[in-house]
């Protein structure tokens, strides 16, 4: 769908000089998810990837964990009144036998771009959510060095950024450092949902040897998202939250703030940071 972009007129002033030009915008449109037909939740997105970015959300909170527990996801008639289909809503059906979990109880339905799964309940939730524990999965060590180099990689990958300047990115590296796969929407959570939603159409889940990086800061929701799709590394160019921290620690994840040139603060889990010296 091509609704990534949109063209407004502005009116651009530059040392006083004052013209009148289209500028390009990321549009930003509102997404209704919802779960055997009924309503679960809306965000605030960029169109495109929706159904990935469906999928992920309910990997995050803890419904999807395989592709065999998806029987389909298709876009179905919005709210006009003559019942146009809008793309603007979109229903998941699972699987026969996969239960519904009651999650209504434990987070608001209504997500902006900005704030991701506002009013998840707590800690307990994502413990006792996830199904790929970060403490059993494989050993991944990093480089300083090599992470390093990946916000530089996401920068050069991140394509309507160029256009628009107004875009989150969300990719996911190997431990060798090699670029798997980038997203990009308003909404940084998205951008992770829409991540983690293409791997578990491609049945890739758990992404145990994979590493997360995000463009903006490190919130508790990006944290609980890795920690479901079970991400050992969430690194991000900016800070981290608090909660994120805690949960990073009690999870098991390697959370890394702060990315920017050859600095970094590791937060938790610096036993996969190849350090060389403690001052």
């Known amino acids: 769908m091509g609704r990534v972009t949109e063209r407004r007129r ?39 990837d ?11 909170e803890g419904v999807l964990g395989a592709a065999s527990e998806l029987q389909s996801i298709v876009y179905c008639a919005g709210a006009t009144a003559d019942g146009h289909n809008t793309y603007n809503v979109v229903d998941v059906r699972l699987a026969p036998g ?5 999650i209504t109880l434990e987070r608001n339905v209504y997500t902006t771009s900005s704030c991701g799964l506002c009013g998840k309940a707590s800690l307990d939730a994502v413990r006792t959510q996830a ?15 090599l992470l390093a180099s990946l916000p530089d990689r996401l ?3 991140q394509r309507v950024f160029d256009r628009t300047g107004g875009l989150h990115a969300a990719a ?7 670029l798997l796969d980038i997203r990009e929407d308003v909404g940084r959570h998205n951008a992770v949902d829409k991540l983690v939603g293409r791997a578990l159409q491609d049945d890739r889940l758990p992404l145990s040897q994979c590493v997360l990086l995000v463009s903006g800061r490190a919130s508790f929701e990006l944290a609980q998202k890795a920690v479901m799709a079970g991400i050992p590394v969430l690194a991000a160019v900016s800070a981290p939250s608090s909660l994120a921290v805690d949960l990073a620690a ?8 702060f990315l920017r040139g ?17 001052v």
């Open 131 to 145: 199904r790929f524990p970060i403490h059993d999965t494989p050993p991944v060590r990093l480089e300083p060095e």
């Open 155 to 157: 920068r050069a990958a």
């Open 262 to 278: 050859s600095s970094m603060n590791v937060y938790a889990g610096d036993e996969r940071i190849a350090l060389r010296s403690q």
């Open 250 to 257: 009690e999870s098991g994840l390697t959370l890394v703030g």
């Open 10 to 48: 502005v009116i651009r002033i530059r040392d006083g000089a004052v013209s009148t030009r289209p500028d390009t915008l990321v549009a930003e449109e509102p997404l209704e998810i919802r779960l055997n037909g009924k309503p679960l939740a809306i965000t605030m997105r960029t169109p495109g």
């Open 50 to 60: 929706d159904f990935a970015l469906a999928a992920g959300f309910l990997v995050s």
């Open 98 to 102: 996969v239960t519904v979990p009651d």
């Open 172 to 178: 996911l590296f190997s431990p060798e450092g090699e």
